[in-house]
């Protein structure tokens, strides 16, 4: 034991000597640069990846492998989210009304197991991720679809009632509830990606939360990069497919994915020349990098939605004009400038910016005058008599920066006292849930490019409303955009349930979303993309 | 000795139990779930979930699963993490854990013993003010200050050493020492007092006015007391390298045990937290255990009782 400690402890100084000569010999050639003439990108990707099961994830950084590995009908266009782009599908079309969809498969798609890519594989697919006992939590993406909703509540177990179809190996057909002419933008989302079902089959069946076929061994896809290696909290490698129908595109000949969680130490491993692309950067470096490396730090539009939830059950903010005082009484372009720093826009409605044909609502001004005199005649006079309230958030210091400069804002302006309160992540959503709050610190970021995706959160009965308003008139709206025939009529349905909702005010909204992120200036083809969805087969370097 | 070791390992058992109990009761009774998402699931699919992970019984009946399982050696699959069961991050983890822990805790030894011996026989020359007031620095600055700054001067400014990552030795560098240095600071302190309790000891005076060489002194017959303290500071400091590598880990990005362990808390991935913390516990008891018989070992005057 001492001998074979002695012995490690001088192999440790060794290597340490070594190493260091090593390095100070090679001249610092830096990690980057090598992998850039690789063709190998080197991404920072926040967290542990939880799965790179697409039915069963939800989060960011497994999207961002995921998308490598798997390709859906519809792929993400390199620089228009709104353009569907070919994926395993060369084409599609829908009836007059676009409640009928058809795609036909292309015939040069494989898994990376040999098999095809059928028609069959997506209505497995979507069998899977709709069966109640498998778990997902974005099966409803899927409501889209005729009888997906009763499917995957239990209220029937025969798939045949679900609007999809294989006709036959090539051609797939999807009926859905209503007219939905962004349909194949939706499709976009991994939520819709295929399975390989003789992967899925032997490795646990259909319904196997636990399934192993998405580990390292079993991984079967059939996207522009296949799974390489993955060790835990250090990184994911993906490297070429070549059997993938559009390899000629791709031009990367793979891409490692780095879980970092600490930003700080994400922004070290930039500078040290050992990422090409980061996943964020450090709030208080931001004015610091802007003037440092200004052609390397990106801030981009990003469709989310920054706002407080208020419990409209709750005394006082039962009352609207409680809500509308609150909502007009903090100053949002001086939060974003002085705190956020992150080129984040003052949210004057909900449904953030960045959707072509949805006029952004400017409904929600910064007015204090305004605010003290609803505030008076909702029975608080300057402030007097309004009772504390807290400010629920999850545990982050950004987070805290924010409430913090609303609670002085709200000091100033209407004179009222609101306290802050943090919780660990997975308390404070039961809070949210359970409606235990009263005003609560939320984000929410677009699945499509659609102002759907973000009004259709507060109808009566969505699972994620969470602040107890229900409106007749907003509900009738959505569901009313959701049967339009037309995408006029959809939008301008949309816009008025918008109007509601920034009048009622169950919602205060202070910013929309940027991504900030540091770029290696060697890369191109990695375009601003509100969605940041980047199909990695357009993406490569300059020197290769 | 047998009977001592066995004594001591039946009372570790039951330490562990009680942990393993106290620590599922905890954990039970916090608010939130490792099935809370931010996007609403339906509570028929909730249910189903629960069920899957055994949430659907009573408290004490999930317990006495549990504690089998546990007896077993299987704690269960990850609540949070896919396919993957609390025995394979422990097996994946540990021994990256354990490699930081024996490199820091080897490195702080091998700095701060000798340091605290030559500051002991130098005492009151700059032999003695120097290594001290380094160690006096060494111990007041917190790894996550002393981690950047390493990585800032050997990573960015020097380019000599990679500043995160887990991919090689040169990688295993700046975390080890980060922890390192610390340690060797609190060796310093304790093997440097040892020493000098042991140098005024009547016996040394003898030893001398009989001519015994210094050398003789300090190594023949001062080194084995001396070092008592910092011995007994060995199972504190192996806990505490590895409980706190979590700091180290994070700005290193080591994939050991401690970040599984925030992570696990935070994501309350409830069988996780339960194996992490069963390990931990093991840990300390056996290093506790190996600390008093090598203290009984170096210390006549200490008896196996």
């Known amino acids: 034991m001492a001998n074979s400690k002695i012995q ?14 090593i390095a100070a010999c090679s001249g610092g050639e830096r990690e980057t640069d090598r992998a850039a003439a690789e063709g190998i990108l080197l991404f920072g990707n926040g967290t542990e990846p939880k799965g790179l099961d697409p039915h069963l994830v939800t989060g960011v950084p497994e999207n961002h492998i995921i998308s490598s590995l798997i390709e859906g009908l519809i792929a993400y266009h390199p620089t228009d989210d709104l353009i569907p782009a070919p994926g395993v599908a060369e084409s599609w079309e829908s009836n007059d009304d676009y409640t009928v969809w058809t795609f036909k498969l292309r015939d040069d798609a494989v898994w990376t197991n040999g098999d095809p890519v059928a028609a069959g594989d997506f209505a497995y697919s979507w069998q899977r991720i709709l069966t109640p006992i498998l778990g997902s939590e974005y099966a409803p993406m899927l409501y889209v679809i005729k009888g997906a909703q009763s499917f995957h509540a239990g209220d029937t177990e025969d798939f045949s009632t679900v609007g999809v179809r294989a006709i036959d190996e090539k051609t797939l057909e999807v009926t859905l509830e209503g007219p939905t002419p962004y349909f194949p933008n939706m499709l976009k989302h991994y939520s819709f990606f295929p399975v390989n079902p003789r992967a899925v089959e032997e490795h646990g069946g259909m319904t196997d939360r636990q399934s192993g076929w998405s580990t390292v061994e079993n991984f079967v896809g059939n996207g522009p990069f296949k799974l390489k290696s993955w060790v835990t909290n250090q990184m994911i490698e993906v490297e070429r497919n070549t059997d993938y129908w559009d390899n000629e595109t791709t031009k990367l000949n793979g891409i490692r994915f780095f879980p970092i969680e600490n930003p700080s130490t994400e922004e070290t491993m930039y500078r040290s020349g ?8 450090p709030q208080d470096k931001i004015p610091s990098l802007q003037e440092s490396v200004p052609d390397q730090l990106r801030i981009e539009p990003y469709l989310g939605s920054y706002f407080y939830r208020v419990n409209v ?21 001086l939060l ?24 952004v609502s400017t409904k929600v001004q910064y007015d204090p005058e305004l605010g003290k005199k609803l505030l008076a005649e909702a029975g608080f006079p300057n402030g007097e008599g309004f009772p504390t ?3 629920l958030i999850n545990t982050s210091e950004g987070h805290r920066k924010i409430a913090e400069a609303m609670q002085a804002m709200w000091k100033e302006n209407l004179n009222i006292d609101v306290g802050i309160y943090n919780q660990e992540w997975k308390v404070y959503l039961d809070s949210q849930s359970s409606l235990d709050y009263d005003l609560s610190r939320s984000g929410w970021i677009g699945d499509y490019v659609h102002p759907t995706t973000f009004l259709e959160l507060f109808t009566s009965g969505n699972g994620n409303n969470d602040t107890g308003w229900t ?9 009313q955009a959701q049967l339009a025939q037309t995408e006029e009529a959809r939008i301008n349905a949309l816009q008025d349930a918008e109007e509601i909702l920034l009048t009622d005010l169950p919602v205060l909204p202070i910013y929309w979303y940027t991504r900030v992120y540091m770029k290696d200036t060697q890369l191109r083809g990695w375009e601003p993309k509100v969605l940041d969805n980047h199909p990695y087969k357009y993406v490569y370097f300059e020197t290769n | 000795m047998l009977k001592f070791v066995a004594g001591r390992l039946l009372q570790g058992i039951l330490v562990l139990l009680a942990i393993y109990a106290v620590t599922f009761f905890l954990v039970a009774a916090t608010p939130g779930s490792p099935f809370s998402s931010e996007r609403a699931i339906r509570p028929e699919i909730l249910a189903q979930i629960e069920a899957f992970y055994g949430y659907d019984k009573p408290v004490f009946e999930r317990f006495m699963t549990s504690l089998g399982n546990a007896l077993s050696g299987e704690f269960g699959p990850s609540a949070v993490y896919a396919n993957r069961s609390v025995t394979d991050i422990i097996a994946e983890s540990f021994p990256v854990s354990l490699k930081l822990g024996a490199l820091s805790l080897l490195l702080a030894m091998a700095l701060g013993i000798p340091a605290g011996i030559i500051a002991a026989v130098k005492r009151n020359t700059w032999l003695d003010y120097v290594p001290m007031s380094a160690a006096m620095v060494g111990i007041c600055l917190p790894t996550f200050v ?38 060797a600071a609190y060796f310093a302190r304790l093997t440097r ?16 006015a009989k001519g015994v060489k210094e050398t003789t002194i300090i190594w023949r017959h001062c080194l084995k007391g001396g070092l008592m303290p910092a011995v007994t500071f060995l199972g504190p400091a192996l806990a505490g390298i590895i409980s706190g590598s979590f700091v180290v880990e994070t700005i290193f990005q080591v994939p050991g045990l401690g970040q599984w362990f925030v992570r696990g808390a935070l994501n309350r991935d409830d069988f996780l937290i339960l194996g992490l913390t069963v390990l931990f516990a093991t840990l300390i008891v056996i290093m506790n255990l190996l600390v008093d018989i090598v203290q009984v070992a170096l210390n006549p005057r200490l008896k196996y009782e």
């Open chain 1, 471 to 479: 409106n007749p008139q907003y509900d009738a709206l959505i569901s």
């Open chain 1, 313 to 333: 059950t709750r005394a006082p903010f039962d009352n609207p004009k409680v809500r509308q005082a609150l909502a007009v009484s903090f100053d949002k372009q």
């Open chain 2, 193 to 208: 007092g040892g020493m000098l309790e042991m140098l005024n000891q009547d016996w040394v005076r003898t030893a001398r």
């Open chain 1, 336 to 359: 974003v400038d002085k705190v956020t720093k992150g080129g984040q826009a003052p949210a004057t409605g909900f449904v953030p910016a960045g959707i072509p044909g949805y006029d």
């Open chain 2, 146 to 183: 002393m981690g950047p700054m390493l990585a800032l001067v050997f990573g960015i400014i020097l380019k000599l050493l990679p500043v995160a990552g887990w991919f090689g030795p040169e990688f295993w560098i700046l975390p080890a020492a980060t922890l390192g240095l610390v340690y």
């Open chain 1, 274 to 281: 050992r990422l090409h692309l980061t996943s964020t950067v």
């Open chain 1, 8 to 21: 490690s402890f001088t192999r440790f100084l060794l290597v340490a000597l070594l190493g260091g000569l």
């Open chain 1, 389 to 391: 309230s807290e400010i």
